[in-house]
């Protein structure tokens, strides 16, 4: 053997192999358990941070709820206490009636008025009240904030206990801040954050809670931190970034030196630090014994696996060795060149299998590098033919492949050439559906006639884009096979090409006009649409500049500024003037886009254009209709409304007064009737002509609708008396003009007006109030007997708001029951009383008791007359079933009196019945008081509900008769029990000869009508022996009795005596 081959133990191979692979192994397993355990300990401190944050998240989410809650109570009260005097007398009692607010606040309420002197407070027996907060920073700094206001935690100044305190601040009824209210937390007392300070984090872990400001401690589970500071800065940078609103969880050494792990997140409503610290020692105390058994279990594997893999390396390499000794013994030329012996199928007897077959490899690899060489070269070849060449196979069963594809295909396809070389289909997958049957006709078509298949297609790529193909290629039969070969060309920009050609070519024949232009601006082509709009052939243009389109509106800076912006950004557009070739002026929308050749340089300009004449006159028309009167061609409202708040702002600018004037045609509603809507309209746009005609310049004529005009005048003076005698000749020269005669068609009519003024000036903030205003003005006039003006009085608003006030509470009456049914007697001579009328009352709660003359007028008008009456009618009903009870009452009848609106609707027979069914009540029992006003409208309906509720039981008088159109007829017709004499007639009956022969024919007729007649109103016994002697035995009034509740109504039927004359007393 070779000494340079002789083998020393310490350098054998199987030494070093088996010594590398035991420091491999033990470098690997200690590497592992190294990166494991560094990797296991920062996932669980993350974890256990990440846990301690949402707790930490959690808390101060039910710290910021509960300060909310007290936010949200304080502005509660202050919402309560709004329409309330800010005194002593009228909060402390609310206060106090809200004990509930102690649990919220452990130190009580404090309300003070704007110098800080406390006005109430719970409880009592802390002695705040008459104290003052002036001069405290927290009441200086609440009332600078504007809104609710939590204050920094400190000792009380008075108390000296730890508190913390929230303010609201109090505004009156007009908005304006009144005072503070006050809720005071004690922290030394059980409080809302409690339930946070009683909790700890772990075994020893703590929560608690800083105001970053004053690195004070609101919060502890540590109660001997209590409104201590935290660690000043520098000392605990973790702490510092917390107090500087990082949000989150660190590790630092704390100011005990004691590694900590600590979280923090800011409280929303309070900006308080909710945080929470647990030692190092107890958070990460699992992550160490963790690690422990990890390294303990590293070093029992490393002692493990360095003996096995000892032994089994050694092993393994005993056959390497005896084949090294006999390659050596070759080498040295003992023995000759032979096949080595393959004992096993390893590695060892590879490399005998290997040696082996040395020369036959050598032999094989030179003709492979030849081969290869050959390929190669055919690569080349290959890659300089544009698409892909390919060859295609396609089998009887219609299976196809791709023998051969060059490296194109992944660049047309996506898919390499050896996915498709024993199954094609996923290319077939690719044709896109429209193209499919077209593609696979083409290729069967080549396949049965053996001619060249060529076809474009579409394939779908996997990112849905799409790609125009183009295929070529010429079949073979080849047994029972056909083989294609040929290329594939990807069309998809040529196809792009011809979509834009086309593309363009279409749009040329837009509506819109386009010229094209080179870069000097010279006319190159027109479209149709540019000859048909500018009259101009193309032969008339091509070759010259767009000037001869100028209308000659524009100045040249005009196209200056065109030709810069264009320039500058490559498109301009606008409205430009242009004229035809007739010479019509028109306007265009134009817009102009620089073409940039493949340098960047501008080759060309295309212009579009459209005549926009009929879009501008639609806009102007839209603009007419909704700023202007189409009848009269004055501003509308709306118009009027802008120009009136303009004119407002100059008034308190200029400090002028200005006056607007409400006009009102009279009797407008009777020509309209009597000579028709025509004549009505001259007569508007008359009017309009004489108002415009009678101004200055500047001044405002608007139509508000109907026969309603406003005049807006404007810079009437400074001085008031200046404005009001202006506004007044201005006025009386409007009623004037407008009362002379006006020509309707060849008639003359005359027409008066009525006009109210209302002064506007610097005071006046909306325009709607100051319209308003003229408008009560207006009706003042008409009332005055038209054809004047009246200035606007601020007691015509009063008595408007009083007219709403009233209406308001005749609301609140039907819901709250302030309406009581009294009744007045209806004596018989010589007979006891069987009869009263309803007579309604109203107890309103500030001006006590109210007769219906006060009330009633305004019920008609806003409608709660019907509700009223209805109301009137179920009690009368209820009344009637009660008395039926009581046998001394039993016989009694009630009148009631029937509106016309109440007695005229659809369904009032039907309400009628429903009561009486409902409350029980005798139907004979009840008397209906229906007047003559109400008969003039739809008598056959008045008698047929008439007539219907008579089947029912139910009896008519007719009141107030003889006050109306008094007719004979339907005293006949209709089925009436009873007239009653109107007190009007009575009143005058011994003093008034006329009313005195009233009576006597009334009385006269319903006794030769077979109706009783009842006079009303008497309240004197000369009266009464008067209608006496005249036959009437029924009478009514004060000389009886007045209207009664039925109590006192019980008692006087208990006392009354039949009345009798004087003479028979």
């Given at each position: 053997?070779s000494?340079?081959?002789?083998?020393n133990?310490?350098?054998?191979?199987?030494t070093?192999?088996t010594?590398g692979?035991l420091?491999a192994?033990?470098?690997?397993l200690?590497?592992?358990?190294?990166?494991?355990s560094?990797?296991?300990?920062?996932?669980?401190?993350?974890?256990?941070s990440?846990q301690?944050?949402?707790?930490?998240?959690?808390?101060?989410?039910?710290v910021d709820?509960?300060?909310?809650?007290?936010i949200?109570a304080?502005?509660?009260l202050t919402?309560q206490f709004?329409d309330?005097?800010?005194?002593t007398?009228?909060?402390?009692?609310?206060l106090?009636?809200?004990?509930?607010?102690?649990m919220m606040?452990n130190?009580?309420?404090?309300?003070?008025d704007?110098k800080?002197t406390?006005?109430?407070?719970?409880?009592?027996?802390l002695?705040?009240?008459?104290r003052?907060?002036?001069?405290?920073?927290f009441?200086?700094?609440?009332l600078?904030?504007?809104?609710?206001?939590?204050?920094?935690?400190?000792?009380?100044?008075?108390t000296?206990?730890?508190?913390?305190s929230?303010?609201?601040?109090m505004l009156?009824s007009?908005g304006k801040?009144?005072?503070?209210?006050?809720g005071?937390?004690?922290?030394?007392?059980p409080?809302?954050?409690?339930?946070?300070?009683?909790?700890?984090?772990?075994?020893?872990?703590?929560f608690?809670?800083t105001?970053?400001?004053?690195?004070r401690?609101?919060?502890?589970?540590?109660?001997?931190?209590l409104?201590?500071?935290?660690?000043?800065p520098?000392?605990?940078?973790?702490?510092d970034?917390y107090?500087?609103g990082?949000?989150?969880s660190?590790?630092?050494i704390s100011?005990?030196?004691?590694?900590e792990?600590?979280?923090?997140v800011?409280?929303?409503?309070?900006?308080?630090?909710?945080q929470?610290?647990l030692?190092?020692?107890e958070?990460?105390?699992?992550?160490?014994?963790l690690?422990?058994?990890?390294?303990?279990m590293?070093?029992?594997?490393t002692?493990?696996?360095?003996g096995i893999?000892?032994?089994?390396?050694?092993r393994q390499l005993l056959?390497?060795?005896e084949a090294?000794r006999?390659?050596?013994?070759m080498g040295?030329?003992?023995?000759?060149?032979?096949?080595?012996?393959?004992?096993?199928?390893d590695?060892?007897?590879?490399?005998?299998t290997s040696f082996?077959?040395?020369l036959?490899?050598?032999?094989?690899e030179?003709?492979?590098?030849?081969?290869?060489?050959a390929?190669?070269?055919?690569?080349?070849?290959v890659s300089?033919i544009p698409?892909?060449v390919?060859?295609?196979?396609l089998?009887?069963?219609?299976?196809?492949?791709?023998p051969f594809?060059?490296e194109?295909?992944y660049?047309?396809?996506g898919i390499?050439?050896?996915?498709?070389?024993?199954?094609a289909?996923?290319?077939?997958?690719?044709v896109?559906?429209?193209d499919?049957?077209?593609?696979?006709?083409?290729?069967?078509?080549?396949a049965?006639?053996?001619?060249?298949?060529?076809?474009?297609?579409?394939i779908?790529?996997?990112?849905?884009?799409?790609?125009w193909l183009l295929?070529?290629?010429?079949?073979?039969?080849?047994?029972?096979?056909v083989l294609?070969?040929g290329f594939?060309m990807?069309?998809?920009?040529?196809?792009?090409?011809?979509?834009?050609?086309?593309?363009?070519?279409?749009?040329?024949?837009?509506?819109e006009?386009?010229?094209?232009?080179?870069?000097?601006?010279v006319i190159?082509?027109?479209?149709?649409s540019f000859c048909?709009?500018?009259g101009?052939s193309?032969a008339?243009?091509v070759g010259?500049?767009?000037?001869v389109l100028?209308?000659h509106r524009h100045p040249?800076?005009?196209y200056?500024?065109m030709?810069q912006?264009?320039l500058a950004?490559?498109?301009w557009?606008?409205e430009i003037w242009?004229?035809r070739?007739?010479?019509?002026?028109?306007?265009?929308?134009?817009?102009?886009?620089?073409?940039?050749?493949g340098?960047?340089?501008?080759?060309?300009?295309?212009?579009?254009?459209?005549?926009i004449t009929?879009?501008?006159?639609?806009a102007d028309?839209i603009?007419t209709?909704a700023?202007?009167?189409?009848?009269t061609?004055l501003?509308?409202r709306r118009?009027?409304?802008?120009?009136?708040?303009h004119?407002?702002e100059?008034?308190?600018?200029?400090?002028?007064?200005?006056?607007?004037?409400?006009?009102d045609?009279?009797?407008?509603?009777?020509?309209?009737?009597?000579?028709?809507?025509?004549?009505?309209?001259i007569?508007?746009q008359?009017?309009?002509?004489?108002?415009?005609?009678?101004?200055?310049i500047?001044d405002?004529?608007?139509?508000l609708?109907?026969d309603?005009?406003?005049?807006?005048?404007?810079?009437l003076?400074e001085?008031?008396e200046?404005?009001?005698?202006e506004a007044?000749t201005v006025?009386r020269?409007?009623?004037?003009s407008?009362?002379?005669?006006?020509s309707?068609?060849g008639?003359?009519?005359r027409?008066?007006s009525?006009?109210?003024?209302?002064?506007f000036?610097?005071?006046?903030?909306?325009?709607?109030?100051?319209l308003?205003e003229?408008?009560l003005?207006?009706?003042?006039?008409?009332?005055?007997?038209?054809?004047?003006l009246?200035?606007f009085?601020?007691?015509?608003?009063?008595?408007?708001?009083?007219?709403?006030?009233?209406e308001?509470?005749l609301?609140q009456?039907?819901?709250?029951?302030?309406?009581?049914l009294?009744?007045q007697p209806q004596v018989?001579?010589?007979q006891?009383?069987?009869?009263?009328?309803?007579l309604?009352r109203?107890?309103?709660?500030?001006?006590g008791l109210?007769?219906?003359?006060?009330f009633?007028?305004?019920?008609?008008?806003?409608?709660l007359i019907?509700?009223i009456d209805h109301?009137?009618l179920?009690q009368?009903c209820?009344?009637?079933?009660?008395?039926?009870?009581?046998?001394?009452?039993s016989?009694l009848s009630?009148?009631?009196?029937?509106?016309a609106?109440q007695f005229?609707?659809?369904?009032?027979?039907?309400?009628?019945?429903?009561l009486?069914?409902?409350t029980g009540a005798?139907?004979?029992l009840?008397?209906?008081?229906i007047?003559?006003?109400?008969?003039?409208?739809k008598?056959d309906?008045?008698a047929?509900?008439?007539n219907?509720?008579?089947a029912l039981?139910?009896t008519?008088?007719l009141?107030?008769?003889?006050?109306g159109?008094s007719?004979?007829?339907?005293?006949k017709?209709l089925?009436?029990d009873?007239?009653?004499i109107d007190?009007s007639?009575?009143r005058d009956?011994l003093?008034?000869p006329?009313?005195a022969a009233i009576c006597?024919a009334?009385?006269?007729?319903?006794h030769?009508?077979?109706?009783?007649v009842i006079a009303?109103?008497?309240?004197q016994?000369s009266q009464?022996?008067?209608?006496?002697?005249?036959?009437?035995?029924?009478?009514?009034g004060?000389?009886?009795?007045?209207?009664?509740p039925d109590?006192?109504?019980?008692?006087?039927?208990?006392h009354?005596?039949?009345?009798?004359p004087?003479a028979?007393v």
């Amino acid at each position: 053997m070779s000494p340079s081959f002789s083998l020393n133990g310490r350098r054998t191979l199987r030494t070093r192999l088996t010594l590398g692979m035991l420091l491999a192994l033990v470098l690997t397993l200690w590497l592992a358990t190294l990166l494991i355990s560094h990797t296991l300990r920062q996932q669980m401190e993350n974890t256990i941070s990440t846990q301690q944050l949402s707790a930490v998240s959690l808390a101060a989410h039910e710290v910021d709820r509960s300060v909310n809650e007290r936010i949200q109570a304080l502005h509660s009260l202050t919402v309560q206490f709004k329409d309330k005097p800010l005194t002593t007398a009228a909060i402390q009692p609310e206060l106090q009636r809200r004990p509930i607010l102690l649990m919220m606040f452990n130190w009580g309420i404090v309300v003070m008025d704007m110098k800080g002197t406390v006005q109430a407070s719970i409880p009592e027996n802390l002695g705040r009240l008459g104290r003052t907060y002036q001069q405290h920073t927290f009441f200086r700094q609440a009332l600078q904030h504007g809104g609710h206001y939590i204050t920094e935690p400190v000792y009380g100044q008075f108390t000296g206990q730890p508190v913390v305190s929230m303010l609201e601040p109090m505004l009156d009824s007009h908005g304006k801040l009144v005072g503070l209210i006050m809720g005071v937390t004690n922290l030394a007392r059980p409080n809302f954050l409690d339930a946070i300070s009683d909790a700890r984090y772990g075994a020893t872990g703590n929560f608690f809670i800083t105001a970053p400001a004053s690195r004070r401690y609101i919060m502890s589970s540590d109660k001997a931190r209590l409104l201590k500071s935290g660690p000043p800065p520098g000392i605990n940078p973790v702490y510092d970034r917390y107090i500087n609103g990082y949000e989150g969880s660190g590790i630092a050494i704390s100011s005990r030196g004691v590694l900590e792990l600590s979280s923090s997140v800011k409280i929303k409503s309070t900006g308080w630090l909710m945080q929470s610290v647990l030692p190092a020692a107890e958070a990460f105390s699992s992550i160490r014994a963790l690690q422990q058994q990890l390294f303990g279990m590293a070093l029992c594997l490393t002692v493990l696996a360095g003996g096995i893999s000892w032994w089994w390396l050694r092993r393994q390499l005993l056959p390497l060795t005896e084949a090294t000794r006999l390659l050596n013994r070759m080498g040295d030329g003992e023995l000759p060149r032979q096949a080595l012996p393959v004992c096993h199928q390893d590695e060892v007897g590879l490399l005998a299998t290997s040696f082996n077959s040395l020369l036959k490899r050598i032999q094989r690899e030179e003709e492979q590098a030849a081969e290869h060489a050959a390929n190669r070269l055919l690569r080349k070849i290959v890659s300089q033919i544009p698409g892909v060449v390919f060859q295609y196979r396609l089998f009887t069963d219609g299976h196809g492949c791709f023998p051969f594809a060059s490296e194109a295909f992944y660049d047309i396809y996506g898919i390499r050439p050896e996915a498709v070389r024993q199954c094609a289909d996923p290319i077939r997958e690719m044709v896109h559906p429209d193209d499919y049957e077209n593609f696979l006709a083409a290729l069967q078509n080549s396949a049965r006639t053996l001619t060249q298949w060529r076809t474009e297609y579409r394939i779908c790529m996997p990112d849905g884009s799409i790609k125009w193909l183009l295929v070529d290629a010429m079949p073979e039969a080849e047994d029972d096979v056909v083989l294609w070969h040929g290329f594939v060309m990807d069309i998809t920009q040529n196809k792009a090409m011809e979509d834009e050609l086309r593309i363009a070519a279409t749009s040329f024949q837009t509506q819109e006009g386009i010229m094209v232009t080179d870069n000097q601006g010279v006319i190159l082509r027109v479209n149709p649409s540019f000859c048909k709009i500018t009259g101009y052939s193309s032969a008339d243009v091509v070759g010259k500049t767009p000037a001869v389109l100028s209308s000659h509106r524009h100045p040249p800076a005009f196209y200056q500024q065109m030709w810069q912006a264009l320039l500058a950004q490559g498109v301009w557009q606008g409205e430009i003037w242009n004229a035809r070739k007739n010479g019509d002026v028109f306007p265009e929308w134009l817009t102009i886009t620089a073409v940039v050749d493949g340098q960047g340089a501008t080759s060309h300009f295309v212009a579009i254009f459209q005549d926009i004449t009929e879009r501008k006159a639609a806009a102007d028309k839209i603009q007419t209709l909704a700023f202007y009167d189409p009848l009269t061609h004055l501003p509308n409202r709306r118009l009027l409304l802008e120009r009136l708040q303009h004119a407002l702002e100059n008034a308190k600018r200029k400090q002028q007064y200005g006056a607007l004037l409400f006009l009102d045609l009279d009797n407008f509603k009777s020509l309209n009737d009597t000579m028709g809507h025509d004549m009505g309209d001259i007569l508007l746009q008359q009017v309009a002509v004489r108002l415009l005609e009678g101004l200055r310049i500047g001044d405002t004529v608007a139509r508000l609708g109907g026969d309603e005009f406003i005049v807006m005048l404007e810079n009437l003076g400074e001085e008031r008396e200046q404005a009001l005698r202006e506004a007044e000749t201005v006025g009386r020269k409007i009623l004037l003009s407008l009362h002379q005669p006006y020509s309707l068609n060849g008639h003359a009519y005359r027409s008066s007006s009525s006009l109210g003024i209302a002064l506007f000036a610097r005071e006046h903030a909306c325009s709607e109030d100051i319209l308003k205003e003229a408008d009560l003005a207006m009706y003042q006039a008409k009332a005055a007997g038209r054809n004047t003006l009246r200035f606007f009085d601020p007691l015509m608003q009063a008595e408007i708001n009083n007219r709403t006030r009233l209406e308001a509470e005749l609301h609140q009456a039907l819901e709250q029951g302030q309406f009581e049914l009294y009744f007045q007697p209806q004596v018989h001579h010589q007979q006891p009383c069987h009869s009263v009328e309803a007579l309604l009352r109203w107890h309103n709660p500030q001006h006590g008791l109210m007769l219906p003359g006060s009330f009633i007028t305004l019920a008609e008008q806003s409608n709660l007359i019907l509700a009223i009456d209805h109301w009137v009618l179920q009690q009368a009903c209820l009344q009637l079933a009660q008395w039926a009870g009581q046998p001394h009452l039993s016989a009694l009848s009630i009148a009631v009196n029937v509106s016309a609106r109440q007695f005229h609707q659809t369904d009032f027979v039907e309400r009628v019945s429903q009561l009486l069914s409902n409350t029980g009540a005798n139907p004979a029992l009840l008397k209906l008081e229906i007047t003559e006003s109400l008969l003039l409208m739809k008598l056959d309906d008045a008698a047929n509900k008439m007539n219907q509720l008579r089947a029912l039981g139910v009896t008519f008088a007719l009141d107030d008769f003889g006050t109306g159109y008094s007719s004979l007829s339907y005293l006949k017709t209709l089925p009436l029990d009873q007239i009653k004499i109107d007190r009007s007639f009575v009143r005058d009956v011994l003093d008034n000869p006329n009313d005195a022969a009233i009576c006597k024919a009334v009385i006269a007729l319903g006794h030769s009508l077979g109706l009783t007649v009842i006079a009303e109103g008497v309240e004197q016994s000369s009266q009464y022996h008067f209608m006496l002697q005249q036959g009437c035995q029924a009478q009514q009034g004060y000389l009886f009795s007045p209207a009664l509740p039925d109590t006192e109504l019980q008692h006087w039927l208990q006392h009354e005596q039949p009345y009798k004359p004087l003479a028979m007393v």
